[in-house]
């Protein structure tokens, strides 16, 4: 399985920004997938989770509720991340990764076995 992020860059505090996880070589609906983050000198830490290709087990941190939005689109095989009302402290580089759909689990990167090379974020003025 490959993933592929982009659309990271730098966005101005209280603005928004979509990023993308392109999967190939496999089906996404086979898969729980996530996005994670890591700032510098921090360790990686997850920012939302989707179990189920329906959107219905979704998981996010405290930091990021009402803001970012996980979503699939299961045609163009396909996960995103709206990000709103972002915050200096959302810098990072952001992480797509997956785990085998029956392979149930926590919102926890140490649960996540395949890896994007990741999207830098940065939120500043």
């Known amino acids: 399985l490959q993933l592929v992020e982009s659309g990271g860059g730098l966005v101005q505090p209280g603005g928004s920004l979509r990023i993308s996880c392109a999967v190939s070589?496999?089906?996404?609906?086979?898969?729980?997938v996530g996005w994670f983050r890591q700032a510098p000198g921090k360790e990686r830490e997850e920012v939302s989770c989707?179990?189920?290709?329906?959107?219905?087990?979704?998981v996010y941190a405290d930091s990021v509720k009402g803001r970012f939005t996980i979503s699939r689109d299961s045609a163009k095989n396909t996960v995103y991340l709206q990000m709103n009302t972002l915050k200096p402290e959302d810098t990072g580089v952001y992480y797509c990764?997956?785990?085998?759909?029956?392979?149930?689990?926590?919102?926890?990167?140490?649960?996540?076995?395949?890896w994007g090379q990741g999207t830098q974020v940065t939120v500043s003025s």
């Open positions: 990764a997956a785990v085998d759909v029956r392979d149930y689990g926590p919102c926890q990167a140490w649960h996540y076995d395949q």
């Open positions: 989707s179990i189920t290709s329906g959107g219905s087990n979704t």
């Open positions: 070589g496999g089906s996404l609906d086979d898969y729980a």
